[in-house]
């Protein structure tokens, strides 16, 4: 169903010949190609909506296994952030599937001393793992793409006047319902439904908003479908409910769902912003 939202590299786990007790379900691949370029996997840690997972490490001459039981937590989505290259900045996430029982993360270590005393340094991950029983789909893991200028939804981009994106929809075979100059855009694409807001200032594109399903009791798609665009968000926005993608002066993305201060927000959205327009930062509390 969010098809459209991915512009990734999908990589499926082996198949897994017999079911087992507890067998790999989900895992960071050693190596991952970024354009050109192979990087070898160097971090890796559990994303489930800025919570912590409790984990027990084992360090052992020169090695650190950390385990967290993801089964007795209840946080969804939970993904594998899996971090290749010697910055720590190439990204490729993994959602676990739901009946993970438990992950495992090995890094290589060394003793570091300080005024403080002996400490244990992480210099990298050897692997992450996750394990539970064989069942369903295998785990698939998307390289994501921090949102920039470039960042496209439904091929509408920011920035963009309204003839230039009106056009657009319209060789795309799209409705396009624009009740008056500068009011925000309605756009269809079959079920596929958007809204683009227009700057006060510039009248170029300064949101566009992709609307999801209502919430659901344990559907996590659309929510899941972002952050495997576009990697794990950096912060919660209490101002507008919101997840939050970027916390720079150019383009970020946000993903809204109901909340008491929302109570009018039907259903589930992905927002992507320009936030170097004063009215995106004046409506986000910023100015």
Not at 274 to 287: F, H, L, Q, T, Y
């Amino acid at each position: 169903m969010y098809k459209f939202m991915f512009a990734v590299v999908v990589l499926l786990l082996p198949a897994i010949a017999e079911a087992k007790p507890e067998a790999v379900v989900a895992s960071c691949p050693k190596t991952w190609q970024f354009g050109p370029r192979s990087m070898p996997l160097t971090g890796a840690l559990i994303w489930a909506n800025f919570i912590r997972i409790d984990e027990t490490t084992t360090i052992r001459a020169g090695r650190a296994l950390s385990r967290m039981d993801i089964a007795q937590f209840d946080q969804r989505p939970v993904f594998l952030h899996c971090t290749y290259g010697k910055d720590w900045k190439s990204v490729v996430a993994v959602q676990l599937p739901e009946h993970t029982i438990s992950c495992e993360i090995e890094w290589e270590t060394t003793k570091r001393r300080d005024t403080e005393g002996v400490h244990t340094h992480y210099i990298r991950a050897l692997s992450a793992e996750c394990h539970g029983p064989a069942q369903g789909e295998p785990a698939q893991a998307f390289a994501v793409s921090p949102p920039s200028p470039a960042t496209e939804v439904e091929a509408l981009r920011l920035r963009r006047s309204a003839a230039d994106l009106k056009q657009l929809v319209a060789a795309r075979g799209g409705s396009w319902f624009q009740p008056a100059e500068g009011a925000p855009a309605e756009i269809g694409f079959g079920d596929t439904r958007l809204k683009v807001i227009f700057s006060l200032a510039t009248g170029l594109s300064r949101e566009i908003v992709l609307y999801g399903p209502p919430p659901a009791e344990g559907d996590h798609a659309f929510q899941s479908a972002v952050i495997s665009r576009f990697g794990f968000p950096i912060k919660y926005d209490d101002v507008v409910c919101a997840d939050v993608w970027s916390d720079t002066d150019e383009i970020a993305v946000e993903w809204r769902s109901p909340c008491s201060k929302q109570p009018n927000l039907p259903l589930q959205e992905m927002r992507l912003v320009d936030m170097a327009d004063p009215e995106s930062r004046r409506v986000r509390g910023k100015e």
